[in-house]
């Protein structure tokens, strides 16, 4: 079966570009999260998504970025203008809504900002 | 605030040896605790999960146990082998339909 697929795996951009990360979660899972990744703050949450609504977004750090679900199968997080501070690893997770709701992760988004 | 943390950043064993990693959360209400393990340059694994109803549950080579008078979670590993070097992840869900928080990471080295 396919796990959560990320795109790009890796991206290097300078400041002031937008970056659009991508991510497909697995069939039929219906809440999606992203996570950011950095050695000082580790795994932290961003927003997530039930039926592709946001439901917590006190997670994203400024109006800079922003996430979108326009369909059960798709997502997006998008930041604009990038900054150098916004380097990190960007997760993307999916999981059953439920009690007992194991996150399954991508491989992640090395994000680059120069 | 409330947070999940780790005992230990790292940890180091012998191939063959017991291995545990211990975590500590402080949200009394949370119902649902989670271990991952991360390799590097991967996603954070899906390895066991058990509900605040439940104090022990067993996987393959895996056992978690959940001591909820002291807030208290550990994952044991059985005859660590060198395939689970990693950074592992306990993470808590503080309630019904959050999202999960996640601890810092330990990181089990073994040494064959």
């Known amino acids: 079966d396919a796990g959560v697929i990320q795109s790009p795996r890796h991206e290097v951009t300078e400041m002031g570009q937008e970056v659009t990360l991508r991510c497909k979660p697995i069939?039929?899972?219906?809440?999606l999260f992203w996570y950011r990744q950095t050695m000082m703050r580790g795994l932290e949450l961003l927003i997530y998504?039930?039926?592709?609504?946001?439901?917590?977004d006190s997670g994203m750090p400024e109006d800079r970025f922003s996430a979108k679900m326009p369909n059960a199968s798709f997502s997006t997080l998008k930041i604009q203008p990038s900054e150098p501070r916004d380097s990190a690893v960007y997760f993307c997770?999916?999981?059953?809504?439920?009690?007992?709701?194991?996150?399954?992760f991508g491989d992640g988004t090395r994000l680059s900002i120069l | 605030g409330e947070s999940v943390g780790l005992h230990l950043p790292t940890l180091s064993v012998q191939e063959g040896d017991n291995s545990i990693i211990n975590c500590a959360y402080s949200?009394?209400?949370?119902?649902?605790f989670i271990w991952y393990k991360q390799e590097s340059g991967k996603g954070p694994q899906f390895i066991i999960d058990?509900?605040?109803?439940?104090d022990k549950r067993q996987g393959q080579r895996v056992t978690v146990l959940l001591n909820k008078t002291v807030k208290h979670l550990s994952l044991q590993i059985a005859a660590t082998q060198p395939g689970d070097s990693a950074v592992y992840f306990c993470?808590?869900?503080?309630?019904?339909?959050?999202?999960?928080?996640f601890g810092k990471g330990t990181t089990l080295s073994v040494s064959s």
């Open positions: 997770a999916s999981s059953f809504t439920g009690p007992v709701r194991p996150q399954h």
């Open positions: 949200n009394s209400a949370s119902d649902y």
């Open positions: 998504f039930n039926n592709n609504v946001p439901i917590d």
């Open positions: 058990i509900r605040s109803n439940m």
């Open positions: 993470a808590e869900s503080p309630q019904a339909g959050t999202a999960l928080i």
């Open positions: 069939s039929g899972h219906n809440s």
